[in-house]
């Protein structure tokens, strides 16, 4: 059972550039969440997605970041217009969905966003 | 207020010996507290988790302790291994449907041989 997949694991882009990020759940898994880790500190939320819906993006900025996690494929966590405060570790993870807080989250290896 | 306080920001611990790594909460909402491990390179992986109704919970070598009325809970590491060397984040969220889990800042153990 494969598990929580990220691509691209690198992704360098300049300074106004689109960064497209992708995760693929575990199977059977219909929650996805995604973090941000900026060096040397914790990840924090940033939104919470069943498919088709966003259920929570409390933690996303307002401008320039959206996510969408369709019927059929990936999640997606798009950025447009990079600035170097985006340089960061994003993570994904996904959960079975069964509706208890103590659903387990398993994570994804991260996409390492390198804006220059 | 959301934020999970941890510390030491790092740690260097002799094999064999005991890690100890503490975390303080504010929100009294927070109703499960899981510790992650995170290896460089990887994502985050579960490691063991608490509910307040109990003060403590062993799985092996890893033992949480929790002090409801302090606010404060702590994650031992015993007989700690060159392998345990990673970084472990405490964290915590709020039961009600889904898992938003705020994660302290992270401790980068080093168990030394």
């Known amino acids: 059972n494969a598990g929580v997949m990220q691509n691209p694991r690198h992704l360098v882009r300049r300074r106004g550039q689109e960064a497209r990020l992708r995760c693929s759940p575990m199977k059977g898994h219909s929650h996805v969440y995604w973090y941000r880790q900026l060096p040397e500190e914790g990840l924090k939320f940033m939104v919470y997605l069943q498919k088709e819906n966003i259920i929570d993006e409390s933690g996303m900025p307002k401008e320039r970041f959206s996510a969408e996690f369709p019927k059929e494929g990936p999640s997606i966590l798009r950025i447009q217009q990079v600035v170097r405060g985006d340089s960061a570790a994003y993570f994904c993870?996904?959960?079975?969905?069964?509706?208890?807080?103590?659903?387990?989250?398993?994570f994804g290896p991260g996409t390492r966003l390198t804006v220059l | 207020q959301q934020q999970v306080k941890q510390s030491p920001q790092s740690l260097i611990v002799q094999k064999g010996g005991i890690s100890i790594i503490n975390c303080a909460y504010e929100n009294t909402a927070f109703d499960y507290f899981p510790w992650y491990q995170q290896f460089p390179g990887k994502g985050p992986a579960l490691l063991i988790a608490i509910r307040p109704d109990v003060s403590e919970k062993k799985e092996g070598r890893f033992t949480i302790s929790f002090n409801k009325s302090a606010k404060q809970f702590s994650l031992h590491i015993m007989d700690s291994q060159p392998g345990d060397s990673a970084t472990y984040f405490c964290?915590?969220?709020?039961?009600?449907?889904?898992?938003?889990?705020?994660f302290g800042t992270g401790t980068k153990l080093q168990v030394i041989p």
């Open positions: 964290a915590a969220s709020v039961s009600g449907g889904y898992q938003k889990v705020t």
């Open positions: 993870a996904s959960s079975p969905g069964l509706g208890r807080s103590t659903d387990t989250q398993y």
